[in-house]
């Protein structure tokens, strides 16, 4: 049965609530990191990990969460996920060392499963308009915390101090909970089955090897021993998995729903909406950051950087909101078209004048609206296509896909920024630059063409 407007308004709210505080501690620690190197006595590669720790705790966690909120109720693992994002949040507050504060990252990676958990919930007890506008709320709320979590981690590190920015986490998570309480109602249980634990350890395995080798690939050379064994490794288990959960009756994974022509073209889509912003997200900070020489650079601090980036973190929530309307006037299909080829207009517009501030700000804007409306059309895409009793294990795979995409646009950016063929004495130069916001405007207009290959069928 579907809650009064009034009660449906609350669950929205507090479900925004829990999706923005995972939401924000993707970023909130990016303006900390050098604070963070000294505090700690740690360089800069050991300090990744801050961010890395959390990418792929929140990677392996995700569908597996998802999983068990389909058949143990999504409001009671909603309430898991963030208690052991508080927990994490505390433990991280007052970490006396560095191997501290990553389990503390660690415990609120599993946040990340908070968003199909959100939707899994909104798809259960709202319907029509209402249901289309929640997922827009909520796939807007992620992108603006995101990138609105660059602002305010500058400010809380220059006025207070690091540890303040957890607190901040587990406050949101706290408030969070207390709300989801209050207007949540209890799901219904799935299936009683058996914990699928060949699937689990496999997933675990297949995600761990695969991200691991992404996000290292840079340092450790793409060519070396340990990037190609945990390659091999991560094919190996992830096919292992497609065998096992094809055998299982109670499978972690329905593959082969999964593998519906119409899911795998909507995840397909997630990978370019995951990769293409953290091109931006990698180079503009770099660009605006320059120290000012002509052809590129603003001379910025890091809190003047996130401010010049907020108009765009502003623009993924409107376009959250802008695509129900859309979806209802031209469909799915032509809304994911529409979504990347605005990233692509945004990429190629910052590619043509990097050294305007103004370009950077109304094109990066751009990137976001087309991003904001991206998220939503997948959103509703995966709660629309998947069975009532799958959706946030489903989800929870398209989180785990658009992860795949985020963690292939930070080192491919590092990279082009780095490359001989337009760094000048080993830094980059406005021809970098160039390049890169080619590079998201040709792959966000590839993947436009992708999305016209969408054929969404009828609702499950």
Request: glycine content about 14%; aromatic content about 8%.
């Amino acid at each position: 049965m579907v809650p009064p407007v009034p009660r449906s308004r609350g669950l929205v709210f507090a479900l925004a609530l829990a999706v923005l505080a995972f939401s924000m501690m993707q970023t909130l620690l990016v303006p900390a990191l050098p604070t963070l190197t000294r505090e700690f006595g740690i360089d800069a590669a050991l300090a990744g990990w801050i961010l890395t720790s959390y990418l792929l705790c929140g990677a392996i966690a995700a569908p597996i969460l998802g999983a068990l909120g389909d058949r143990h109720g999504h409001r009671k693992i909603l309430f898991v996920t963030l208690g052991l994002f508080i927990a994490g949040g505390v433990l991280a507050a007052v970490a006396p060392s560095f191997p501290v504060l990553l389990a503390g990252r660690v415990l609120q990676g599993a946040s990340t499963a908070t968003f199909p958990l959100a939707l899994a919930i909104v798809r259960r007890h709202t319907t029509g308009p209402a249901q289309s506008a929640a997922i827009g709320w909520l796939s807007g709320t992620m992108g603006l915390g995101a990138g609105a979590a660059l602002v305010v981690g500058g400010v809380i590190v220059e006025s207070l101090s690091w540890h303040w920015l957890f607190v901040t986490g587990a406050v949101m998570g706290a408030l969070a909970l207390v709300l989801v309480a209050a207007f949540a109602p209890a799901s219904a249980r799935g299936q009683a089955t058996r914990t699928d634990w060949p699937g689990t350890i496999l997933l675990t395995v297949g995600l761990l090897a695969l991200l691991l080798a992404i996000s290292q690939g840079g340092r450790w050379g793409w060519t070396s021993v340990q990037v190609l064994g945990l390659a091999a490794l991560a094919v190996a288990a992830l096919w292992a998995l497609v065998i096992v959960e094809r055998r299982t009756a109670a499978p972690l994974l329905d593959v082969r729903t999964l593998a519906r022509p119409a899911l795998a073209i909507t995840n397909g889509i997630t990978l370019f909406l995951g990769f293409v912003p953290y091109l931006c997200y990698i180079g503009l900070p770099v660009l605006l950051q320059g120290p000012g020489e002509p052809g590129f650079g603003q001379g910025f601090s890091v809190t003047q950087t996130g401010i010049a980036l907020l108009p765009g973190a502003i623009l993924v929530f409107l376009g959250g909101r802008f695509a129900p309307w859309l979806i209802s006037r031209v469909g799915p299909r032509a809304t994911a078209f529409v979504a990347l080829a605005a990233m692509g207009v945004g990429g190629a517009g910052i590619a043509v004048a990097p050294g305007s501030l103004a370009v950077i700000v109304v094109f990066f804007a751009l990137v976001g609206l087309g991003n904001g409306i991206g998220f939503a059309v997948v959103a509703e895409l995966v709660a629309g296509l998947a069975p009532r009793d799958e959706v946030a294990a489903a989800l929870g795979v398209n989180g785990v896909l658009r992860t795949v995409g985020s963690a292939l646009g930070a080192p491919v950016a590092t990279a082009v920024l780095a490359s001989g063929a337009w760094a000048v004495g080993g830094a980059p130069s406005a021809a970098s630059f160039t390049a890169l916001f080619v590079l998201g405007a040709v792959v966000s207009i590839v993947g436009a063409c992708f999305a016209l290959t969408l054929r969404p069928g009828p609702r499950r």
